[in-house]
């Protein structure tokens, strides 16, 4: 095992939604219980759970004015959200964490990043990306969903990826579980990023697997691919 020990908690951009007791510790409890994980329907429950309290989470940082509602008594200001808001999902897994969100930012528009591991002979492996759809991204939002931030590479290469799309004018993780080693590096690379994590593991395995982790979360959700 390759155990790092860092001071990434430090940073007020890193939001672990765990340190203090919520309901956030029970989701988390589930999705890690090896029992409790083999049913795919909660797994996925479980997932869009936790997109939905990232998001209200995640919504106290935006921006509000007052709005004036009309009632069929009266009226009254409300600070309503001035941001415009884009989540994109890395698939495949990213998915239910973004239905969870949109659930609650229901007029957010949404956007999709195909990543995966390409495995190599000597057990390193490069970040393959075929696929992104998404809109102008320009002073809006951004919210990615990835549920396991390992190394940060895959994220690394979605934020490259989207530079084309404009400059959003504030960028989010969602993940549920993240190394302290993918923390600090991504940290480094982009040090305005707002993270919201619902778990910070120390380890992470020579394949590069986090520990102890909950295992693949997309064929948790999904079921087992058979591609590598």
């Known amino acids: 095992m390759i155990t790092f020990s860092t001071d990434i908690m430090s940073s007020k951009m890193v939001n672990n939604l765990s340190e203090k007791n919520s309901y956030f510790n029970q989701i988390i409890y589930e999705l890690r219980h090896i029992s409790i994980q083999r049913d795919r329907a909660k797994f ?34 409300i600070e309503t959200i ?5 989540i994109l999902s890395i698939l495949r897994a990213g998915i239910p964490l973004q239905y969870g969100l949109l659930k609650l930012m229901d007029q957010a528009e949404t956007g999709f990043i195909a990543a995966y591991r390409k495995e190599k002979p000597d ?10 759809t998404c809109p102008d991204l320009n002073e809006k939002i951004v919210i990615f969903t990835d549920p396991m931030l390992a190394t940060g590479s895959s994220l690394d290469s979605a934020l490259k990826m989207i530079e084309n799309y404009g400059t959003p004018k504030e960028l989010h993780l969602i993940s549920i579980i993240a190394s302290e ?21 120390e380890e992470l395995t020579a394949k590069s697997y986090i520990v102890p982790g909950l295992g693949d979360a997309g064929d948790l959700a999904y079921g087992e691919k058979l591609q590598g």
């Open 123 to 132: 057990g390193s492996f490069d970040i393959k990306m075929d696929y992104i």
């Open 181 to 201: 080693y993918a923390l600090e590096q991504i940290r480094r690379l982009y040090p305005t990023i707002h993270i919201w994590v619902g778990a910070i593991d």
């Open 82 to 86: 001035d941001d415009s808001i884009v």
């Open 44 to 77: 996925r429950n479980n997932l869009e759970k936790f997109g939905f309290l990232a998001g209200y989470e995640i919504s106290k940082s935006l921006n509000f004015s007052a709005e004036e509602v009309q009632t069929s008594l009266g009226s009254t200001i």
